[in-house]
Structures are given as C-alpha cells and as structure tokens.
C-alpha cells in the first residue's frame, strides 16, 4: 500500500533533549517536506526536500534540522527541543511532475 | 504561488450540497487549484484538482469560473463524515514546488 510512514505518533520529551521524528515513503517520490501546525495557525512549512541532498528552508525552520541522504526517508531533528515547538507534525511527499501531496498520520509531539 | 481566501467556516445539513468557495484573483495561467481536506487531526487528504474546466471524481465537483479567479468545491451529498477543514491551494504543476501554503481553509461542519 502507498503511504507515508511517521514514528512515533505521539512524544512527550523534556526541554534540550535531542530527538528525530522519522518519515519515510514507499512511492518513490522525490519530494518530502515537514509541516507544524498549531492551533489558529494553519499548516506551516517547516523544511522540504526536492531529491536526494537537496533541502531547504519552508516557513518556519529554527530549531529543526532535516537529513535526505536516501529518497525513501526524511527525519526531522530537533537539536534542542523547546516548549514552543510543541505541536503537531506532518510529513509530505509527492512525485516532481506535481502529483497530489500525501501526508503521513502525524506526530503529537509535547516537549514539556 | 497565488494566494488564496477561503471563508473560515460553513455549515451544511447532512445531505444537502456542499458548495465551497475560494477566491484566487492573483493566479497565473499555469497554476492549477488544488482542493485538500483534513479531517480532525489526521493527515491532510487530497480531494481533486483542476486548471480551468470542470472537475469531477467520486469525491467531489471542482468548479473554475471562466476568468480562472475564483473556484468552487462541491460535495453534492454531503455526511457527517465530511465534517473537516477543507484547503485550497493553487500551485504550479510540474513547477518549482518549495513552499506549498495551505493557508487556513474552510472549516466545514455537516449538521444532522
């Protein structure tokens, strides 16, 4: 089945712990991106990817890093997790000729 | 990539038509509309897109004026089911696809 894949679904994490939020696909697409979205805010950007070592910079990238050294995978890394990146998390990815995106299920992430 | 405005809600009686309407007066002539839906927290869901004629699936009917400025999202029978928020984003297809923004859609709310 095609699908984008997050883990994990849900993580309660203290400040300045380091954690990764992986993704992967399964349709070879080449492009992936990270969204947040929080309340009254609407989906934002965080980082996207075109294909394999190429990324950059959506919306809302300080305090992330992203990796693409493979095309099926995408993680989000958060260095130094603060309060205030608290949210929900979604993974994107679709083909380069402009296919519909496909989200993962999301990531509830609590960094307390 | 064109903005978008959406109204932020609606309501619709269960069964009735839904028409969703959004206004992309600033859209360029390669720029498709694209419709998606997100259902409480769960992954955005595409739903269809379009250029300038008419679009339907077995989801939905996408109707684009003739001026390209403004379309409509039409769910003919509407279920509670389809109670989300629903995006419109207009994009180039097969173009640069960095910054995909979803703005803050169209909370629909299906009563019975």
């Known amino acids: 089945e095609a699908q984008v894949t997050q883990n994990p679904r849900y993580l309660i994490t203290v400040t300045g712990k380091k954690l990764t939020v992986t993704c992967s696909q399964n349709?070879?697409?080449?492009?992936m991106s990270w969204y947040r979205q929080d309340p009254g805010l609407g989906l934002r950007q965080i980082y996207y990817s075109m294909n394999v070592e190429v990324t950059d910079k959506g919306d809302v990238p300080e305090g992330y890093k992203v990796s693409r050294k493979e095309k099926r995978n995408f993680p989000l890394i958060l260095e130094s997790p603060s309060p205030n990146q608290t949210s929900l998390y979604f993974c994107a990815s679709m083909t380069e000729g402009g296919s519909p995106l496909h989200f993962g299920n999301g990531t509830r992430l609590t960094v307390t | 990539d064109a903005k978008t405005t959406q109204p932020t809600s609606m309501d619709c009686a269960e069964g009735r038509a839904a028409n969703l309407p959004c206004n992309h007066s600033t859209i360029s002539g390669n720029e498709y509309v694209y419709w998606y839906r997100q259902i409480h927290s769960q992954g955005p869901q595409y739903i269809i897109h379009g250029l300038k004629n008419n679009e339907t699936n077995e989801m939905a009917s996408l109707i684009i004026t003739e001026d390209r400025k403004s379309s409509t999202l039409i769910l003919p029978h509407a279920t509670l089911r389809d109670t989300a928020v629903y995006y419109c984003i207009v994009r180039v297809r097969g173009g640069s696809q960095g910054n995909l923004i979803f703005g803050k859609g169209t909370k629909l709310s299906v009563k019975p």
């Open positions: 349709m070879n697409h080449e492009y």
